[in-house]
């Protein structure tokens, strides 16, 4: 191992309280930003969950329509004959304009159909006796305006560059992985919060780039882990996991791995493998449920 710094486990314990302090502190926040994901861009399409029709409405918008319209043909269609519909989403699709309300007769079929429900009495629906309700519902939904966009933008690469300079700083004094390794770990964030910001801009052009969005979140996510919990072990738990542990089975399974034939390496990488991804499965099914039971219970619509 190279001497040219001093290795995490061999840090003053003050150091090593100061690094933990940081890096638990901004692991905490990283689950608030993710319950706050969950909570603004997971509801954009109705449903529980983070999907990539979320991430279009967040950024595209839900071009398939107006509000008025898209209840026009749902909810609302039973409160007007056909004929008084299409008159209604013709004069939204036109522009909405509050001359042809009344010249049109708009009004009267609203004044008809809907305003026993939608008046001033009624709480939690808009009053349709007031214009500038009806108005409002008349709006495309375009997403993210250019406005939050940029404000979303620099935000978060000055907020975010400043997390992984710190956490990368820490993690760079890491003597476990190697420097190949480290190297990857400590640029990919950057890599993918650049790439991050771009699928914001591109997506609210292109909606097909939301899965670009995901992508690259993810990626964030498990670099951040990574150096994580890299530090956090080698700083307090350096013995019984990189010594006795893991770090000790690691040792012995590559020795026997060396030694074996082509044909066993291949099965050996096999088993590996299927291992991994049940140990992940099970913990995020059980991680995630947890979660979700709870988020669910909390947040009742
Ligand atoms: C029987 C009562 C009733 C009548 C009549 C009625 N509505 Fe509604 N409307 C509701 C309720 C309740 C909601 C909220 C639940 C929902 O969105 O489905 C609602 C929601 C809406 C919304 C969505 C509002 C929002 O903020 O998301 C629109 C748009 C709408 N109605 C349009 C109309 C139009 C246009 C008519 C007349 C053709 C009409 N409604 C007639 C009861 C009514």
């Given amino acids: 191992m190279s001497s040219k710094y001093t290795a995490l486990k061999d840090h003053d314990t003050p150091i090593k309280v100061l690094f933990t302090g940081y890096l638990i502190t901004v692991g905490i926040g990283y689950m608030f930003a993710l319950i706050q994901i969950l909570l603004t861009h997971g509801m954009a399409d109705g449903k ?39 008159d209604i ?9 509050i001359d042809d ?37 008349t709006a495309q939904d375009e997403g993210a305006t250019l406005a939050s966009l940029t404000r979303g933008s620099h935000i978060h690469m000055f907020g975010i560059s400043f997390i992984f300079m710190f956490v990368g700083i820490i993690f760079s004094f890491a003597e476990t992985t190697s420097v190949k390794y480290k190297c990857i770990a400590i640029g990919m964030p950057y890599a993918f919060l650049i790439a991050d910001i771009v699928s914001w801009w591109l997506t609210k052009f292109f909606p097909m780039f939301a899965w670009l969005v995901i992508f690259a979140g993810m990626g964030m996510g498990v670099s951040f882990m990574f150096m994580w919990v890299t530090s956090i072990l080698e700083m307090w738990l350096y013995k019984p996991v990189f010594v006795d542990g ?29 291992y991994l991804i049940n140990l992940m499965e099970k ?3 059980v991680g995630l449920t947890l979660l979700k039971n709870f988020l669910k219970k909390n947040i009742k619509k």
Avoid at 89 to 97: E, V, Y
Avoid at 101 to 124: D, F, L, P, T, W
């Fill in 101 to 137: 309300y009344k010249a049109n007769g708009i009004e009267k079929i609203i004044q008809e159909r809907c305003v026993m429900c939608h008046n001033k009495a009624a709480s939690g629906i808009p009053n349709f006796n007031d214009f500038a309700q009806l108005k409002a519902l």
């Fill in 283 to 285: 913990y995020l099914s």
């Fill in 48 to 86: 529980f969950g983070l999907s990539v029709d979320d991430i279009v409405y967040s950024y595209y918008g839900n071009r398939s329509g107006t509000v008025l319209e898209q209840k026009l043909n749902g909810s609302m269609k039973d409160n007007a004959p056909d004929q008084e519909r299409f």
């Fill in 89 to 97: 989403i013709q004069w939204d699709r036109d522009g909405a304009d």
């Fill in 246 to 274: 893991i770090g000790f089975h690691y040792q012995r399974l590559k020795a026997e791995f060396a030694a074996s034939s082509h044909e066993e390496k291949f099965k050996k990488l096999l088993w590996f493998s299927k």
